[in-house]
């Protein structure tokens, strides 16, 4: 099988190079802000404080339990360009990308150069594959200001999205000049190494952001993807059982795992694998065509 890996959307095709934009909050601060969040509502429920919350549980990956505070928000104040932007981002989590839009146009047009909503439908529109587009919302809040991380890193997804490898690693390297540490660009840019073939690279960068962060499954899974082109089956198993340990609704280590048991000829094992990723997406096609191989050389 000839499968090419897409670290963020977790497909092993270009497929989309989406990244919702979402304030960085450190899981610690993140768990810190929602207990007191919770205090500040027993006396104080206004646009503030449900804003607060809804940023915090988009920082936790609850989506739609921020947009319920984020909505709460709204009601009392519907031109917040903070919360309509924040409805937006958690939208984008939802992969609702359309909806979204909706939301990052309004606080647009409440103010036109708000960067987090441009580089928030610029994400939005790099998953909807409108690749072009995106790197006009990106060009305008780099026109803004040119040291923004997230447009930077935004348009270098969109060039993979073009399949500009060369030009994505031009804006990955931007982003991180400026915040070394900025794990979503470290691991984009370990994918796009991957995407040019080039493994051994890519994993230096995904060791780079599990040095940051050992618990990042997006890094342990990319690792695990890169072993497998290496040929290094065992030891991609170990990052697939990783990744899966942190999350285990992920499916890509799951499927990955199928894939990489193929290469060991283990099929029976694989096609365990590959039924465990089909429970989670039963259209999966990625996992459909590893157990066909599977089943192929097994000859059933």
Known sequence: MNLNYNLRSGYFIVKTNFKAMI?????????????????????DNSTGALNDKGIALNGQGNYTGAITYFDKALAID??????????????????????????????????????????????????????TGAITNFDTALAIDPNDKYALNGKGNALNGLRNYTGAITYFDKALAIDPNYNYAVNDKATTLYYLGNYTGAITY??????????????LNGKGIALYYLGN?????????????????????IYGKGIALNGLRNYTGAITYFDKALAIDPNDKYALNGKGYALNKLGK
């Open 78 to 131: 519907p031109n917040n360009k903070y919360t309509l932007n924040g409805k937006g981002n958690a939208l984008n989590g939802l992969h609702n990308y359309t909806g979204a839009i909706t939301y990052f146009d309004k606080a647009l047009a409440i103010d036109p150069i708000y960067n987090y909503a441009l580089n928030g439908k610029g994400n939005a529109l790099n998953g909807l594959h409108n690749y």
């Open 233 to 253: 089956y065992n030891e991609a198993i170990t990052y697939f059982d990783k990744a899966s340990s942190i999350d285990p609704s992920y499916e890509v280590p």
């Open 206 to 219: 995904f060791d780079t952001a599990l040095a940051i962060d050992p618990n990042d499954k997006y890094a």
């Open 23 to 43: 304030i960085e909050i450190l899981l610690v601060a993140t768990l810190i802000a929602i207990n007191t969040y919770e205090t500040a509502f027993a006396a």
